[in-house]
């Protein structure tokens, strides 16, 4: 439990429909997951927002530092040979 | 945390080069000490708005006109504090916790907005809020979900889009009661009599004696100054008024074509600062409320914790 707070804080994730992921919605407070769960039902799907959530710790994430932008993640340039487009021969080819 | 901020060149460096493209600071980012402050200033009064927001229309809810009315507001106000939920948790990424929240609105040392220490005196209320107030916090909200920090204009983009119901159930209240008996139509009248100006003022105080504009503006926060919106707010309700049938009680009203914006009546600007400073009509009552409610509620926190920690610690028996 956090400094002083009486409930601890969760990162609620919702999905919004069968077939794709679920996403941050954003945060609240409460004693533990059961009523985690109730309160992202009530506070992020008033309007039929989603068909699943889940809630995470806050304190359970870990998160890149942003200030090493740069050095974590790996530069794109001169690797345009990663996408498709980079191969040019093959314009016109069906199917390709 | 913000106070003993070190110097950082490159970490202002990255700050004025993310707002100069006009793209969004994320809660790690190192920011100045000032713009966190206005972020929090700014967030924490917007959540405790919605807050306190909850009390005028909740006097109505046992006594609204009928069961698709009540379940009406019952929504509104369970929206109004899903918003408060959103911009605490919002600000809470700042480094700010809920509870030093919590305390500085209890104590008196945390504004929200003033409109909310009016009181609700008719059913007509709930429409004149709905329309003019609502319709004044759309008008300031939607440049917000374009404001420089993500977690902030994230919030906002989920209340703007709740708030449009908000604001069109209370024209339909308004509607209905101007387009029924002449006593109905002179209680809708005397609403928007009573909203105009407090709502108009919901703006903030004009650019010139609004010292946190001109700053907020440069930090991409705000993005329209407190009088151009104010202006364009005044041109939407002067167009919906002629719908309702009502008046504005502002005979200055026009569009004034050198300018190309509205012009209205002089506001009482005393009144606001009245009010701002705690002697409005209503503050002494919405704050002991305020107060009661959390102090009624602290049962229900601690043993909601403490059955937390139990359930947390058998757990923990079981695993061992």
Known sequence: MGTGEVWPLWEVFVRSNRGLSHVHAGSLHAPDSAMALRNARDLYTRRNEGVSIWVVPSDAIAASDPDSKGSFFESPQGKDYRHATYYVKSEGVKHL | ?320
């Open chain 2, 1 to 320: 945390m913000a106070e003993n901020q070190p110097v950082d060149d490159a970490g202002q460096a990255n700050f004025d080069a993310v707002i100069a493209k006009d793209s969004r600071i994320e809660p790690k980012d190192w920011m100045p000490a000032d713009y966190r402050h206005a972020l929090v200033r700014q967030m924490s009064q917007h959540a405790h708005s919605e807050i306190i927001g909850m009390q005028p229309e909740a006097n109505w809810i046992t006594r609204a006109p009928s069961l698709k009315r009540k379940a009406i507001l019952m929504a509104k106000v369970q929206d109004e504090a899903g918003h408060g939920l959103y911009l605490y948790s919002a600000t809470e990424t700042l480094g700010t916790t809920r509870d030093e929240m919590t305390e500085a609105l209890l104590a008196g040392k945390a504004r929200y907005s003033s409109i909310f220490n009016y009181p609700t005196v008719s059913w007509a209320d709930m429409g004149a809020i709905g329309w003019m107030v609502d319709g004044a916090a759309i008008t300031n909200q939607v440049p917000l979900c374009r404001a420089s920090y993500g977690p902030y204009a994230r919030a906002m983009v989920r209340i703007c889009k709740e708030e449009s119901f908000h604001q069109r159930q209370g024209f339909e209240i308004l509607l209905e009661l101007s387009h029924g008996t002449p006593g109905q139509k002179a209680m809708a009248q005397d609403a928007v009599n009573r909203w105009y100006a407090p709502s108009l003022m919901m703006f903030g105080p004009p650019d010139a004696d609004s010292p946190n504009t001109s700053k907020s503006m440069a930090w991409n926060i705000k993005r329209f100054g407190n009088d151009e919106l104010r202006s364009r707010f005044v041109g939407m309700l002067a167009e919906q008024v002629k719908v309702l049938e009502l008046e504005l009680p502002d005979p200055d009203i026009r569009f004034n074509e050198d300018t190309k914006s509205w012009d209205y009546g002089p506001l009482d600007w005393a009144e606001f600062k009245e009010v701002l400073a705690g002697r409005g009509p209503c503050n002494a009552q919405r704050m002991e409320r305020r107060r009661a409610a959390h102090d009624d509620g602290a049962w229900v926190r601690e043993a909601a914790a403490a059955y937390a920690a139990k359930q947390s610690a058998s757990n923990d028996r079981e695993a061992a």
